[in-house]
């Protein structure tokens, strides 16, 4: 047998057999395809935050008279709650979208103050020290109920106090005097006077504890001098209290946020990879070096345009150019160890006495305090592992020095000689100076600010050999746990920079900064974590500005919990998530859109490229995206080539890389556990594709083998193989991986097809594809309206609503369902289930799917019995002919949904009404009484949903049955309009549901909100856009009876009419081997199963079509219905899979009599949402004239368009049948505006009549004649 038998979903497909005949390939990755995203989000939440926090935090601050320390720990994110009479329960995702809220995590911290103050003078009332304690810890801090104790001491604790403060006071006494410590030597001074006198005194505050507050405060108060009428104190506080930190939307299980009410997902980001990169302009001759961390400013390293021998480093995120010199000068390089390290050519080495050391500081003109200072085990300027292990890789010594001549005897610390001059530095001699360095028995130079010694050998320069150039490197590759960037890692980066223009080291092509090596993925939780990362620094600089010297040191009413600029984190985070290029709302057109959505990965973004000055090798396909990026899938526009897909089995690894998977190969035979590289790791390998010649028991047959190999494909033995690719699947992302026969189109309408499967929407009616890919049943799990069981059951009880399930432990576990859910496309989805009530069921069997599948199989179209033929012209170019018999039996039908709301407002002269309007419920039988459309009830354009009136003031005094109304009553009589809510002229529809939303109370204005769902439903009809999975797209231009479309000898007609012509030239002959593949397995009744870059061969398709039965490769007879005779030639017919795109023209079809005009111009508005008409512009001016249509023109541009006068003249005689009128038109108002403007300014205009007689413009056009 040639082919074996599949199991997807419900139904069993024939797989022919091609050359690779290993059951290896035919598997999918078994994973969730948000689980990047939802690790990435977790492993912030759960790690990465706590740990930032602890890296900025407990952070210490201080002036004069104080010294803070302040700590932010316990990090604790609330579960999602809402208030629902009068009870806090837990808030669904549901909830969030119905109140149309963002659905958030609530972000609360333990937050610790402990503050010392050294100087204060409080008043001493009634010589009551205790007393004046209390009143003034009253007046200067905000605080509950406390006690105020004095402390005791025993004689043996303040000798021992004493002799602390005595040693505290002599150690700084040594230190450089300041203002700060002039105030602490004072309090230290006090309190020795105070021991030594036996009058020290600690007073100790205790805040009471409260149920509804939780917050500690504690006081120690010492006092340090006592008179008559005040008393110098000093205090020590610490408080601890509880804050809400912010609020962090929650991911939900599909990897979505749900952002006011909207579900928006978050796409990765790839950026550039943290390293050292040096580049070269071959033109100028020119060398630059960009240094890029993980973490810090960017910094750009090249030679001053304006000083000679200057090398200059430019901090790219500030804008910020320092001289290299200025920088060793700050950072306190000496001279000995500058002319050790770099030539005197090189740099301006003789001034550097001269040179100024740099300001550092916190200010965009100042040197970055941080840039080479490690805190916490971590540094400000961090590179990471990958950062590290790129720069061992590109700063090595060894490989900088290989093939190189010794300018000079290398000496060792004894001054024996470990190589001679002129030694070149082979494998042997590289190995001696390793031996050297691991000794350390070579010299080296300690570096300040830095954790490793530089080693410097001199070689002769390979441009110019009577040059010595030094090469200076560290002489062993730093661990990569090392992943802060010091000074001498930024010496040896200059270094290197230096030696390229002598002809030593190597530049990337700047091209190359695209390739995936060169690149790393953002997910969410980078995103999320960098927003926290940037503002958390700034905000203890706002601490110490605000918080400590501006509130906390007044003493006023302190409040430690009013923390300045907290709500900052929230307002960014809400930034981010509703105006980034990153966040997007969520296609959810169908369930594979839903699933392709969150694998997208973007260039642009913060810290990304730009869309308009991207170049066009940022836009390319490049080799190292096989099996990571779809090549095929990008968007069509500016964003094509920065948006991409990433493929199926394609994950991201801990360095933030992309990596593939491949079956290692040895000697020709296939290990079956898969490997995961990146595209740096692969580059030397040599790897198969998986059309390889491959037998069942996973050996490869062929003796010679096509293999990639360093970008170049290459013959080779088959036991030079290393890798080959793990499934047929390799090269497509979740759209490109469910088109069959893949490898048979051209790129370009691949590119359509992808992205058109994408805009494909639910129908009535679908069917699973005869010809599938093989990933429909792994899609149709992973969609969204999916329901699987959690533990192995026996199923209860079933309905629409619910599935009830007792598991092994007897327990019952209720799976709702999910009903009426309308998308971010106005498409309508439901759960369907797929268990019957006693079915045993297994852990992770579906017990439902959504609307969009068939016998357990993604079904996003329907099997139509296709011919291509040219069929009386209509359907010139794409345009499609379709059987009436899809219109009769709901095939291609769809449904929509469309919400209108409508707010009740409060105006100032009254609330709004929701009532029946005042016509009647005779005019209006399908409102309530409550002016609600009723439930159930079918509405078309222009007919009221929702009856409102709206009260306006009278236009005139009352007159005397007004005023005796309001005598009576007591209230004025109001008038009111009519403001209810309409259907819009072109809908029609079901009302299936109305939903109401009181507001808050707090909201004076608004008082009540009110949707209104209808359902409409949609038959296919001329003008909307249908495709198959081949990029073949095109609009119904005609349907036609099911009498007059062509038929076969057996009498069976056509369901619809392609254009032949249109297939050469996209080169997309796919569809063509779908059309008679799926004849054949309709014709057998089977189903067939063709994976991507894995179709037929000619032999099995042979095969396939004499079993059914068909003749001449499915170009058989046709008859034309029309007339009954057969065409000429035989006609090539089948069946091919069919959708319905989302672009139909009962969205777009929009025509108007009369309606609304600009106010200016007087021409009618624009668009289709305004109820807007056409404008006749120059063009069309143009056009009429060049065919004489002097009174079409005249007309078109005065009564139909903006003569005021004769606008309403034409539309009263419509009104009352008056045909005789002038309708010649003599007062534009376009003429009109253009004469007022030249008047205004200071311009006249005359014109003569055809008997020279003078025209006044002003008379005869203006509204206002110019004379009196």
């Not at 309530?928 to 439930?935: R, S």
């Not at 009576?968 to 109305?994: T, W």
């Not at 672009?1143 to 005009?1157: E, I, Q, S």
């Amino acid at each position: 047998m040639s082919y074996r038998l599949i199991n997807s979903g419900k139904n069993t497909r024939r797989e022919y057999l091609t050359v690779n005949r290993s059951p290896l390939f035919q598997g999918l990755p078994e994973r969730d395809y948000a689980q990047e995203q939802k690790k990435s989000y977790d492993n912030f939440r759960h790690e990465r935050l706590p740990k930032l926090l602890t890296f900025y935090f407990p952070a210490e601050l201080s002036d004069y008279n104080n010294s803070l320390k302040i700590s932010v720990e316990n990090l604790v994110f609330q579960e999602p709650e809402i208030k629902k009479n009068g009870k806090v329960i837990p808030e669904t995702e549901e909830m969030a979208r119905a109140e149309d809220k963002t659905w958030n995590y609530l972000v609360s911290a333990d937050w610790k103050v402990t503050w010392d103050f050294h100087k204060k003078q409080v008043p001493l009332l009634e010589n009551d020290l205790k007393k004046s304690i209390i009143q003034w810890i009253g007046e200067s801090f905000k605080i509950g109920k406390f006690s105020c104790e004095k402390k005791s001491f025993s004689a043996k604790e303040l000798k021992s106090l004493l002799v602390q403060t005595q040693k505290k006071l002599q150690e700084l006494e040594k230190q450089e005097p300041t203002k700060a410590s002039e105030t602490i030597i004072w309090h230290l001074t006090k309190k020795i006077k105070m021991l030594s006198e036996n009058q020290y005194q600690v007073w100790e505050i205790k805040e009471n504890k409260t149920k509804k507050v939780e917050k500690k405060l504690k006081l120690w108060l010492e006092i340090l001098e006592l008179e008559a009428e005040q008393i110098a104190i000093s205090f020590h506080c610490e408080h601890e209290q509880k804050i809400d930190f912010c609020h962090l939307p929650k991911m939900n299980p599909r990897g979505n946020f749900i952002i006011n009410g909207h579900d928006k997902v978050v796409v990765f980001q790839s950026v550039r990879a943290p390293s050292v990169y040096y580049f070269r302009e071959e033109e100028e001759e020119k060398f630059w070096g960009e240094i890029i961390p993980f973490k810090g400013p960017w910094i750009n390293v090249s030679y001053s345009a304006k000083k000679p021998h200057s090398i200059e480093l430019k901090f790219l995120n500030s804008g910020l150019v320092v001289d290299w010199l200025a920088v060793l000068k700050t950072f306190a390089v000496s001279s000995e160890l500058l002319q050790a390290l770099f030539n005197e050519e090189d740099l301006n080495i003789a001034n550097y006495s001269e040179v100024q050391a740099l300001e550092t500081g916190a200010g965009r003109a100042s040197l970055p305090n941080f840039l080479f200072t490690e805190s916490k085990g971590t540094s400000y300027f961090n590179i990471g592992k990958l950062g590290r292990r790129r720069y061992n890789q590109k700063i090595d010594l060894f490989q900088q020095l290989r093939d190189q001549k010794l300018a000079e005897d290398l000496l060792d610390k004894s001054g024996q000689v470990i190589l001679k001059k002129n030694a070149v530095f082979n494998e042997k001699n590289l190995a001696k100076l390793a031996s050297a360095l691991q000794k350390k028995k070579i010299n080296s130079f300690s570096v300040p600010r830095s954790t490793n010694d530089l080693y410097v050998v001199k070689v002769k320069s390979p441009r110019q050999p009577e040059k010595i150039i030094p090469v200076v490197g560290i002489g062993e590759k730093l661990s990569e746990a090392k992943t802060y960037f010091d000074l001498a890692d930024l010496i040896c980066a200059v270094s290197y920079y230096v030696n390229l223009h002598h002809g030593l080291g190597k530049t990337e092509k700047k091209e190359d900064e695209d390739k995936l090596e060169n690149q790393v993925i953002r997910r969410v939780g980078d995103l999320v974590y960098n927003i926290f990362d940037n503002k958390l620094g700034g905000f203890l600089q706002e601490i110490g500005d605000k918080y400590l010297t501006n509130y906390l040191s007044q003493l006023k009413k302190v409040d430690f919990a009013k923390i300045p600029n907290l709500k900052d984190f929230d307002a960014l985070v809400r930034h981010f998530f509703n105006t980034s290029s990153l966040v997007r709302l969520q296609n959810q057109s169908n369930f594979l859109s839903v699933i392709s959505d969150g694998l997208v990965s973007s260039v642009m973004g913060l810290g990304g490229r730009n869309a308009v000055n991207a170049t066009l090798s940022a836009r390319n396909v490049d080799a190292s995206f096989i099996g990571r990026y779809d090549p095929n899938e990008t968007p069509e526009g500016r964003n094509t080539g920065l948006v991409r897909r990433i493929t199926i089995g394609a994950e991201i690894n801990e360095d933030g890389q992309l990596t593939t998977p491949y079956f290692p190969v040895q000697n020709g035979v296939i290990i079956p556990k898969p490997v995961h590289l990146t595209s740096e790791e692969e580059k030397d390998k040599y790897i198969a594709h998986f059309n390889t010649k491959i037998d069942e028991k996973n050996r490869i047959v062929e003796e010679t083998v096509m293999a990639i190999h360093q970008e170049n494909f290459v013959r080779v033995p088959k036991e030079k193989i290393n890798l080959i690719y793990s499934s047929f699947y390799h090269l497509n992302s979740v759209t490109g991986a469910t088109i069959p026969f893949f490898n048979h189109n051209d790129a370009t309408r691949m590119l359509m097809a992808t992205n058109m499967q994408r805009q494909a929407i639910t129908c009535l009616k679908s069917q699973e594809p005869l010809i599938a890919s093989g990933i429909e049943a792994n899609l149709l799990e992973n969609s969204p309206l999916t329901v699987k069981a959690e533990e192995k059951g026996t199923v209860e009880y079933v309905d629409s609503q619910q599935i009830i399930l007792k598991e092994k432990n007897k327990k019952k576990k209720i799976y709702p369902l999910e009903q009426l859910v309308v998308s971010s496309k106005n498409t309508l989805g439901f759960s369907l289930p797929l268990v019957k009530k006693g079915e045993s069921v297994s852990k992770g069997q579906m017990l439902a799917c959504g609307n969009q599948a068939n016998n357990g199989e993604l079904s996003l179209g329907y099997n139509l019995r296709v011919a291509y033929l040219c069929w009386n012209g209509y359907n010139y170019e794409d345009a499609i002919i379709l059987s009436e018999r899809l219109v009769k039996e709901d095939i291609l039908t769809s449904f929509f949904v469309k919400v209108h709301t409508i707010t009740l407002h409060n105006t100032k002269y009254g609330p709004e009404i929701f009532t029946v309007p005042r016509a009647g419920k005779k005019q209006y039988p399908h409102l309530g009484k409550n002016g609600m459309v009723k439930i159930g009830s079918r509405v078309k354009g222009n007919e009221v949903l929702v009856g409102k009136i709206t009260p306006e003031p009278s236009p005139h005094k009352e007159s005397e049955e007004e005023s005796l109304l309001m005598s009576i009553f007591g209230e004025k009589a109001q008038r009111f309009v009519d403001s209810s809510l309409r259907l819009p002229a072109e809908e029609a529809g079901i009302v299936y549901d109305i939903k109401r939303k009181k507001f808050p109370k707090t909201n004076r204005r608004d008082l009540e909100l009110v949707e209104v769902y209808v359902a409409q439903k949609r038959k296919i009809e001329v003008g909307d856009k249908l495709t198959t999975r081949f990029g073949n797209k095109g609009v119904v231009a005609k349907i036609v009876s099911e009498a007059d479309m062509p038929f076969d000898e057996q009498g069976k007609p056509i369901d619809i009419i392609f254009n032949p012509l249109g297939i050469p030239t996209r080169m997309n002959i796919g569809q063509l081997l779908e059309t008679i593949l799926a004849a054949a397995a309709h014709k057998l009744n089977s189903k067939l199963l063709c994976r991507p870059f894995n179709s037929p061969s000619l032999s099995a398709i042979k095969e396939i079509i004499q079993e059914a039965g068909l003749e001449n490769y499915g170009a058989t007879k046709l008859f034309n219905g029309q007339n009954g005779l057969p065409f000429e030639k035989n006609i090539y017919n089948g069946y091919i899979y069919t959708i319905k795109l989302n672009h139909m023209v009962a969205d777009k079809f929009h025509a108007r009599n009369v309606g609304p005009y600009s106010l200016i111009y007087q021409q009618p508005v624009k668009g289709r949402s305004q109820n807007g008409g056409q404008r006749l512009g120059g063009m069309e001016f143009d056009c009429l004239l060049s065919h004489g249509a002097a009174f079409n023109i005249s007309e078109s541009s005065g009564a139909k368009s903006d003569d005021i006068a004769k606008r309403n003249l034409l539309q009263t005689s419509l009104l009352f049948d008056d045909r005789q009128i002038d309708l010649r038109s003599n007062n534009y108002e376009s003429f009109n505006l253009s004469l007022q403007g030249l008047r205004g300014s200071g311009f006249d205009i005359q014109a003569f009549d055809y008997q020279g007689r003078e025209i006044d413009f002003y008379e005869a056009f203006s509204r206002k004649s110019s004379k009196k």
